[in-house]
């Protein structure tokens, strides 16, 4: 069983910043064994991949189109992983429901936001840019 715990969202006006978070515990989770992952969805679009890294530190993968704006890092403890999505110079198109997922995943380079890769899921934080 896997907990994911998101941060609440917010509202920001465009250029400004925000940091998401996401606490995940459980015996699927472990400091070097885990691919965490951001997605997100705005309304009538799919889902799309934003960031993913591997809790060993060894690869992290942020998408094309937030590449340079946003990042994405993490805290570990030995049970548990909380992983950051900062997201700077935002921009009205980045208005979407942002999730947090989870991946028990032994091998780093496979590590990547391709929903797929990925069984365990946060409820959804939502993230509004005005103009």
């Known amino acids: 069983q896997v907990q994911l715990a998101e941060s609440r969202g917010g509202s920001v006006q465009a250029g400004g910043s925000l940091r998401l978070s996401c606490a995940a515990s459980g015996i699927a989770i472990g400091p070097r064994s885990s691919c965490m992952g951001w997605f997100r969805q705005a309304p009538g679009k799919e889902r799309e991949g934003v960031a993913a890294?591997?809790?060993?530190?060894?690869?992290?993968?942020?998408a094309d189109s937030v590449k340079g704006r946003f990042t994405i890092s993490q805290d570990k403890t030995e049970n548990t992983v909380t992983v950051y999505l900062t997201m700077d110079n935002l921009r009205p198109d980045d208005t979407a429901m942002y999730y947090c997922?989870?991946?028990?995943?032994?091998?780093?380079?496979?590590?990547?936001?391709?929903?797929?890769?990925?069984?365990?899921w946060g409820q959804g934080t939502q993230v509004t840019v005005s103009s």
């Open positions: 890294i591997h809790t060993s530190g060894d690869r992290l993968n942020v």
């Open positions: 997922a989870a991946a028990r995943m032994w091998e780093a380079a496979y590590c990547e936001p391709n929903d797929r890769l990925f069984g365990y």
